[in-house]
């Protein structure tokens, strides 16, 4: 099983605590680091989410140990972040 990892994805912001907040609260038995922006790790797969410094956006950059996971897991982030 090989690495996959999805092209960084940006999302246009307007409330990225919010989303922050509800990322952090629906993955909470991960190990979670805010170092630079929220860093949710998991055995198989992770995800940073974290503010640009220079446009309204925040970016999303998620690997897993699958392809089939990487693509669940990038969905089921991004359904949060656009939720």
């Given at each position: ?38 860093t ?44």
């Amino acid at each position: 099983e090989g690495h996959f990892m999805i092209a960084e994805r940006k999302f246009q912001m307007k409330d990225i605590t919010k989303v922050l907040t509800k990322l952090k609260k629906r993955y909470q038995d991960a190990r979670v680091n805010e170092f630079d922006g929220l860093t949710i790790e998991y055995p198989d797969w992770r995800c940073n989410f974290r503010p640009s410094n220079t446009e309204p956006v925040a970016k999303l950059n998620l690997e897993a140990k699958g392809e089939k996971l990487m693509r669940e897991k990038s969905r089921e982030v991004e359904g949060i972040i656009n939720g």
